[in-house]
């Protein structure tokens, strides 16, 4: 294998290794599943497999050259696609390398594949990169044609995929000849945590392959194992639903999120305008540094006033994710026993939506907090809308 750090889901695995055993391999398969799952690293470890100088008890043995070229995607027969930003590109006809306007940003780009080297769960994530270009297709077509030496295996792997199909889905299009008619020995292996955005076309000419998450024990003693405190490893991997990337972000962040998450508590709770605005000033400011550990600071919310609904409705404390903070959650259940912790939550999902897709964060946050206080009050206020204060 060539990533010792990959949790290998067995059952999808053998089922693999055992159609290539028997010459049954599908010309296109659709890894599918949430995000974290380990889908990239199988479809590089699918592509080692059939790449192997030396298979070892039925695995690539991840030392020859061809299993160092895979894993840091150097390898001459595997052709990576993903999102890209559009750069210099002006035409359909030009080199998908156009989309890297500058030679920063290819070298970011470059560095992202280094992380996903030494990474397996790594999310590779390119700053404006919202489709899969149809440029990338293009040149697809050119190199699938091309032969290969000794007659080895040509690996597609087309990771985000269901980005083929937006906001356009001319990519998408574009593909469906190559799938339907590939060259022998060519191999699609398209990878999408949201298998639901891929059209009809291409999903029925591919052998789908669905990932679960993974259990939070396995994710629990893997954080202890990089040296996560027990309690805290607890915690994450509840808050991970089974996403291993997600949770090796939240270890790294774990406590600065907790911080800021008291804030945004407190200002649920007081008439203090000078509290409320430090909860914008955090929204604000993550939203400017990083978009993903703002949303990450959502969930974490949502989670613990989903604490206090479960605890409210069952006064059990055997489902409580924050588990170190269960005498906040039993306290406050019993201080606001009018509270609607469930509608809470709809007003914290609303004000997140609108704010990731760039809503004006004072007016979304001051709202969501004058709402959570109603229902926290027993006033079980409608989500806010726009058009509540603007005519849209």
Same mark, same amino acid.
């Given at each position: ?20 055993? &028997? ?12 995000e974290g799952m380990g889908k990239e690293a199988h479809a590089l470890e699918l592509a080692a497999l059939l790449s192997c100088e030396n298979i070892k008890n039925g695995d690539s043995c991840g030392n020859c050259s061809s299993c160092n070229k ?43 594949? &280094? ?118 490893? !607890? ?5 991970? &639903? ?23 508590? &407190? ?46 409705? !069952? ?35 609303n004000a997140r939506d609108y704010i990731l897709r760039n809503g004006n964060i004072s007016l979304m946050a001051i709202n969501m907090i004058i709402d959570i206080q109603q229902s926290i009050n027993g006033k079980n206020e409608e989500k806010f ?8």
């Amino acid at each position: 294998m060539i990533f010792s750090e990959l949790i290998i889901n067995d059952k999808n695995w053998q089922h693999l290794c055992n159609a290539c055993d &028997n010459d049954r391999l599908p010309h296109a398969l659709l890894f599918h599943g949430d995000e974290g799952m380990g889908k990239e690293a199988h479809a590089l470890e699918l592509a080692a497999l059939l790449s192997c100088e030396n298979i070892k008890n039925g695995d690539s043995c991840g030392n020859c050259s061809s299993c160092n070229k895979i894993r840091t995607f150097k390898h001459e027969n595997i052709k990576l696609i993903m999102p890209f930003p559009r750069g210099s590109i002006s035409s359909s006809k030009d080199s998908p390398l156009k989309a890297f306007k500058n030679e920063k940003a290819f070298q970011d780009y470059l560095t992202l594949l &280094n992380k996903k080297s030494d990474d397996p769960y790594f999310p590779m994530r390119i700053s404006g990169a919202n489709t899969i270009l149809i440029n990338s297709i293009r040149d697809l077509k050119r190199e699938v044609l091309k032969s290969t030496v000794n007659d080895a295996w040509k690996i597609i792997l087309i990771f985000q995929a269901e980005k083929l199909c937006v906001p356009s889905p001319a990519a998408g299009h574009a593909l469906l000849k190559i799938l339907e008619e590939p060259p022998d020995k060519t191999i699609f292996i398209l990878v999408s945590s949201n298998m639901n955005l891929i059209i009809d076309t291409i999903r029925s000419r591919c052998q789908s392959m669905f990932f679960p998450p993974i259990s939070d024990q396995v994710i629990k003693q893997k954080l202890i194992s990089m040296g996560q405190d027990s309690e805290q490893a !607890t915690i994450i991997s509840k808050i991970s &639903n089974g996403n291993i990337s997600l949770s090796k972000e939240l270890a790294d962040n774990y406590l600065e999120l907790i911080k800021k998450m008291y804030v945004l508590l &407190n200002s649920f709770f007081t008439r203090e305008f000078l509290i409320w605005e430090k909860s914008i000033d955090i929204i604000i400011r993550l939203k400017r540094k990083d978009i993903y550990l703002l949303d990450q600071l959502f969930n974490i919310l949502i989670l613990f006033f989903r604490d206090l609904h479960y605890y409210a409705s !069952t006064s059990d404390q055997d489902e409580i994710i924050h588990s170190n903070l269960i005498e906040k959650i039993m306290n406050l259940c019993k201080k606001y026993s009018q509270a609607n912790w469930s509608i809470c939550i709809d007003h914290i999902e609303n004000a997140r939506d609108y704010i990731l897709r760039n809503g004006n964060i004072s007016l979304m946050a001051i709202n969501m907090i004058i709402d959570i206080q109603q229902s926290i009050n027993g006033k079980n206020e409608e989500k806010f809308k726009l058009s509540d204060w603007i005519s849209i």
